[in-house]
């Protein structure tokens, strides 16, 4: 996606505990691991090799509950059945680290499902997509079907809110082929 807006990037995938900290609200969970994750790279590269960093955390939040990535077929049905028929949020934080500090923006979005069945629920896990998503599925790919109407960042609910991002870039002076 940063690609798309022509921000020249590497990928650089951290380790940091994603559990929910107590009773920690959606909006905290996801600006909290944004940040962590970009904080968590920057203090790992050697001091001369430090380029700006982006993280960014995505959840899926329905009646105030996070759901988060499915931990087998029976899980992700359970997801599937509590965002069936109803609108739910998605948050997505994104946070850069750079010489000039750090700076978190966050993005939620309404997706309102149609009613799905059990048999689409369970398809739908065979396809091997809900594996990793927050929420049990994907609106970039075969959940996109599900998705009756979105009021929001598209590429939030992907998982990197272009517009916020942009904002943090030009914050930090970190030129995109689009702002020059």
Known sequence: MLTQI???????????????????????????????????????LPQDQRLPVLGSDTTVVVDRSILGKPANEDDCVRMLQLLSGRTHQVHTAVAVRSARGSEVRLSVSDVTFRELTAAEMRAYWRTGEPADKAGGYAVQGRGAVFIRHIAGSYSGIMGLPLFETAELLAAHRIASEVQG
């Open 6 to 44: 022509g921000v020249a990037h590497r990928v650089a995938p951290v380790a940091v505990d994603e559990s929910v900290a107590g009773a920690e609200a959606p909006e905290k969970y996801v600006t909290r691991l944004a940040a962590l994750k970009a904080d968590t790279l920057w203090d790992n």
